[in-house]
């Protein structure tokens, strides 16, 4: 069926009932290109996320501290896997979307361009960055589209354990001693505005958000969202001890939220046209990582061409 | 994939196999995801990593996605129909005398 008006009135008409668009029903053709440019992009996100913590594993502190790490890391592996299965049914190949990312074509989330310097950084990303993503993610666990909408139900349960181990980390540095505390301190101090900025730009200023908004992928606005975790955020932080870095922060008795300061959006847009910390790191760990695999792909592939050598005399 | 719904890469990434999942007391098994794999063994392994890393399921069918035959949903209108149109299927439609639990 072509985009005519009166299938996109359809199509809407079934948005508003609260229906579930699944990959065989008809939708408009910019409804599924923004699908498959914001899924994979949530994809790869979960599979760059891996690298900035994987740099701590070999220098955990504890064996509890690592095995824990190590879990997280193996669940960004499947939550990229769900997200990368719910965008193959919309037509298009996972090898396709890999690739994309490895030619620096498709983006990922500009947060993992930042370095993590100390061990409290772990900590940091697991309370902040796993904290704005569970924001963001328990929304999108009511998009429009099932696969997608179905593959964040399953990564909120898991992102919790993130998130706890995270804060964990933080509330132990910050209790520890002053060295300890000044490393919990100054992680928070680096982290917090880019956790900030993981929302998107203001509303206003993003190209995408009013089709995502109209076509039900996105039930609440960047800002909404923001607002929401710094509020969730304020008292994790004060019950820690750990100061956000924010002089503007402050309670706001007319809207009942936490006032906070202004974003340094030109810092968000350097970072995502490439020029943050570590964008040319992070890919080339990505795709040293492909390669390195290709052995793996090659020897399965081997393994299952001869048992169905093995196989075919029988079924002849 | 093939037409008999034999797995065979044709894009050069492993077949797509879709994953089912039983989870722990008796529910029935349940759509998770799907996993890309050589053969039926390795897609097992591939979905227990990948879907069941907590304990969810007590038991795992992968299928070839091409052996997966689907009711269409631009005809559901008409291919629901008969199971619509039944009231008469449903304890509601019949009154019972006020007072009366039954």
Known sequence: ?316 | MADDGTPAPSDGQWPLWEVFVQPPRGEPFEHAGSVHAVDAESALQNARDVYTRRGEAVNIWVVPTAAITASTPADSGPFFDPGNDKPYRHPQFYSVPRGVRV
């Open chain 1, 1 to 316: 069926m072509p985009d005519s008006p009166d299938a996109i009135t359809e199509f809407e008409a079934r948005i508003a009932a609260g229906e579930t668009i699944e990959p065989k029903d008809w939708m408009p053709d910019r409804y599924r290109k923004q699908l498959i440019r914001m899924m994979s992009q949530h994809a790869h996100s979960e599979v760059v996320g891996m690298l900035p913590e994987g740099n701590w594993i070999t220098r955990a502190p504890t064996l509890r501290r690592k095995m824990g790490l190590l879990a997280k890391v193996q669940d960004e592996a499947g939550h990229g896997l769900y997200i990368y299965c719910g965008t193959e049914t919309l037509g298009v190949g996972r090898a396709e979307l890999v690739d994309q990312l490895l030619t620096g074509k498709a983006k990922y989330s500009s947060i993992f361009n930042y370095p993590t310097l100390t061990w409290a950084d772990i900590g940091a990303i697991g309370w902040f960055v796993d904290g704005a993503a569970i924001v963001n993610q328990t929304m999108l666990a009511k998009a429009s589209y099932g696969p997608y909408a179905r593959a964040m139900v399953r990564i909120c349960k898991e992102e919790n354990f993130h998130k706890r181990q995270g804060y964990e980390i933080m509330a132990t540095l910050a209790a520890g001693t002053p060295e300890q505390k000044r490393m919990a301190q100054d992680a928070v101090n680096r982290w917090w505005w880019p956790s900030l900025m993981m929302f998107g730009p203001s509303d206003k200023d993003s190209p995408n958000s009013a089709e995502l908004t109209r076509w039900g992928v996105k039930r609440k606005g960047n800002d909404e969202l923001r607002q929401r975790f710094v509020n969730l955020t304020v008292a994790q932080a004060v019950a820690i001890d750990l100061k956000l870095p924010d002089p503007e922060l402050r309670p706001d008795p007319a809207t009942g939220d936490w006032h906070f300061g202004p974003i340094d959006w030109d810092e968000f847009s350097r970072v995502v046209h490439g020029d943050g910390p570590l964008n040319r790191e992070r890919l080339a760990a990505r795709r040293q990582a492909h390669s390195d695999g290709e052995w793996v792909r090659e020897a399965a592939s081997a393994y299952a061409a001869k048992h169905t050598a093995a196989a075919a005399p029988a079924a002849a």
